[in-house]
């Protein structure tokens, strides 16, 4: 067997900082290694130095890239190799792809640069490459701008891109991150395929449950030092370090309502019997939404009891997110309500419903494009706490620091900026203003999508944790089926923007009626592997 890239001793500095430290691996053609950890574990760094593009001060016993000592490779030397020899798969396709070129001009980049190919000689090339790829109506989507593309015609671009050199070795860096999960079920069996071609895999990844159904082999980081590895068989189901275990009880999926997922989180007494409220605080009739000609939502109703959780999925595209927007009064629908505590809050003139804002609120994906960077989270809070309110600015400390605890912040963080956060210490500051009005009503779109799976675990938790003292009702919106079958009470699927099938949890995931929720659960039983129930 070939090897395609042997590391030895690898460590990578910035400055006075060392990312990497004493990193060392093996990976053979036709074969996946899986390089798994948190964000700022070193992974995403270490890929990048088998391409010449780890930015730092790289020092290594041994750094063989396909046959190539790589320690001392020139700019030059290292442009021939990479997409030629070595390619890599971006996670982000929207900003990895230039949305002002079509994007075969952007894949066709690589053979202008590798080969004499004459200009219809590299179209052709690239017709091929993304129907290899997967890609509907390929020739027609060639002409198309990224952003004229769903989430996964862009990452079937990127796969078309990294495979068209015929590399020897592919790096695919986190990417399925924020995929629903057909999309993710179908980039995961390219990569099985990119591995059966006879090429070698290194994938980056914090979701282990993922990395189970493409890796050979898995190697955990932590703080730029591999802290286990071996096959993934035996990493998976008999992990040594309590890091990699850690990592594995944070997977939600089996795992019952209102248990914890974090090993931080003490365990809580879930609620028994019926709900102590019948009362439906948010109700849904026939909302409907049609943009320039297109019908984005169609008659969707639902509604949510106190203190439960309505789970919605579909993929990209569904209209999720466009019937979150019209239940927070964002957006006007064509056509019917939104009732809020029994009163009529859309559709309505904003004066009408200022009164009934405060018992809604929301928390998104990023929150950093809500938070103005100039402000310390002291102002973040206290604006939410004051604003429509009697309370005055000086006398709302109180209160601010009562929301800080109730995320389980330190007070010594009202003092930096949003940007200062990590990840998840800026989803819970969202968390915390979404709360400041006493929200009866939370809408949570994709909380939790982009952040690293322990770091996920204690939001949802701190969620779960929320809900059960205060009563709060979730509209819990993920592409992530485990996260909403652990969060969930009720499920309602979304499809080309209509509701097609909805009702409790346990019947949904058990006993699927509808076509396209059974589609959406045979693909995600493919991710689970090992992590079945």
Request: hydrophobic letters at 40%; aromatic letters at 4%; proline letters at 5%.
């Amino acid at each position: 067997m070939t090897t395609a890239a042997s590391v030895s001793k690898l460590s990578i500095r910035f400055g006075a900082l060392t990312a990497v430290k004493n990193v060392s691996f093996t990976l053979e053609a036709g074969s996946c290694l899986a390089l798994v950890g948190e964000s700022g574990s070193g992974k995403s760094v270490t890929a990048r130095a088998l391409l010449g593009l780890s930015g730092g001060r790289v020092n290594a016993k041994e750094l063989t890239v396909v046959g190539q000592d790589a320690r001392n490779l020139t700019d030059p030397q290292w442009r021939r190799l990479r997409g030629a020899r070595v390619s890599m798969i971006l996670q982000d396709a929207l900003m990895a792809l230039d949305p002002l070129r079509p994007i075969h001009r952007e894949i066709e980049d690589l053979l202008r640069e590798h080969t004499k190919l004459n200009r219809a000689q590299r179209h052709e090339r690239v017709i091929q490459a993304l129907t290899d790829a997967g890609m509907d109506e390929p020739a027609y989507r060639a002409q198309q701008r990224s952003p004229q593309l769903s989430g996964g015609m862009r990452q079937r671009a990127l796969i078309a891109q990294a495979l068209l050199g015929d590399p020897d070795m592919v790096i695919a860096d986190e990417a399925t991150t924020a995929l629903d999960t057909r999309l993710t079920a179908l980039v995961l069996d390219q990569l099985n395929g990119i591995k059966h071609q006879g090429r070698a895999v290194l994938m980056i990844s914090h979701d282990l449950a993922q990395v189970a159904q493409v890796a050979d082999d898995i190697a955990v980081m932590r703080q730029g030092e591999i802290v286990e590895a071996g096959p993934a068989a035996q990493v998976l189901e008999d992990p040594q370090h309590a890091y990699t275990q850690m990592l594995l009880r944070a997977i939600p999926t089996g795992v019952p309502r209102h248990q914890p997922l974090s090993i931080t989180t003490t365990p809580r007494t879930p609620p028994t019997g019926p709900s102590s409220s019948n009362k439906f605080p948010l109700v849904v009739n026939q909302l409907s939404r049609t943009f320039q000609g297109r019908t984005a939502v169609q008659d969707v109703s639902f509604r949510i009891a106190a203190g439960q959780t309505l789970g919605m999925v579909g993929e990209s595209g569904s209209g999720k997110t466009t019937t979150a927007r019209m239940v927070l009064g964002l957006e006007c629908p064509d056509q019917g309500e939104v009732q809020l505590q029994g009163n009529t809050f859309v559709p309505q003139r904003e004066s009408q419903r200022r009164a009934l804002r405060s018992a809604i609120g929301a928390v998104y994906q990023n929150p950093m494009g809500s938070f103005d960077p100039r402000h310390t989270v002291a102002e973040v809070l206290t604006d939410a706490v004051t604003r429509g309110a009697s309370r005055r600015r000086g006398s709302a400390r109180g209160r601010v620091v009562k929301l800080l605890n109730q995320v389980h912040l330190a007070e010594t963080t009202l003092r930096r900026k949003p940007w200062e956060l990590s990840g998840g210490q800026r989803q819970r500051l969202a968390i915390a203003r979404a709360l400041a009005t006493n929200p009866q009503v939370l809408i949570l779109d994709e909380p939790v999508s982009a952040l690293d799976v322990s770091v996920q675990a204690t939001v949802l938790d701190l969620l779960d944790e929320i809900q059960l003292e205060h009563h709060t009702s979730y509209l819990l919106i993920s592409h992530d089926l485990s996260v909403i079958e652990h969060m969930s009470d009720q499920v309602l699927v979304m499809y080309q923007g209509a509701a097609v099938e909805q009702g409790p949890v346990g019947d949904i995931f058990t006993a699927p009626q509808h076509l396209y929720t059974q589609q959406l659960l045979a693909a995600q039983s493919t991710l689970r592997g090992p992590f079945s129930a």
